[in-house]
Nanobody, 121 residues
Framework: QVQLVESGGGLVQPGGSLRLSCAAS????????MGWYRQAPGKERELVAI???????NYADSVKGRFTISRDNAKNQVYLQMNSLKPEDTAVYYC???????????????WGQGTLVTVSS
């Protein structure tokens, strides 16, 4: 019904920047909360940032001041601008969203397939 596709991951040096994008498609009436999670090797998946349909945001303490989440409601897309990247930011980043499905008005939670971000010199 609803799919998320991430893009923008890759290899970057410490101190560098990357911008992740996530596009939602399918039978979407509207998108509610959209966010980014990450999972480093050997660790549990953790919340990085979340943005509500009202544009209010919340960030993990570890990324505050370095990462910025934004969204384009017309395109059903969410973005994560990552600056001043550190080696400990290395992880698979997953897009997550709650979508209201067209015609049924059901709310579904959807995950993307993940995109790898590697911060290394």
């Amino acid at each position: 019904q609803v799919q998320l596709v991430e893009s923008g991951g890759g290899l970057v040096q410490p101190g560098g920047s990357l911008r992740l994008s996530c596009a939602a498609s399918g039978s979407i009436l509207r998108m509610n909360d959209m966010g980014w999670y990450r999972q480093a090797p050997g660790k549990e998946r953790e919340l990085v940032a979340i943005i509500a349909s009202t544009a209010s945001t919340n960030y993990a303490d570890s990324v505050k001041g370095r990462f910025t989440i934004s969204r384009d409601n017309a395109k059903n897309q969410v973005y994560l601008q990552m600056n001043s990247l550190k080696p400990e930011d290395t992880a698979v980043y997953y897009c997550n969203a709650r979508a209201v499905v067209r015609f049924t008005a059901n709310v579904v939670e959807v995950w993307g397939q993940g995109t790898l971000v590697t911060v290394s010199s």
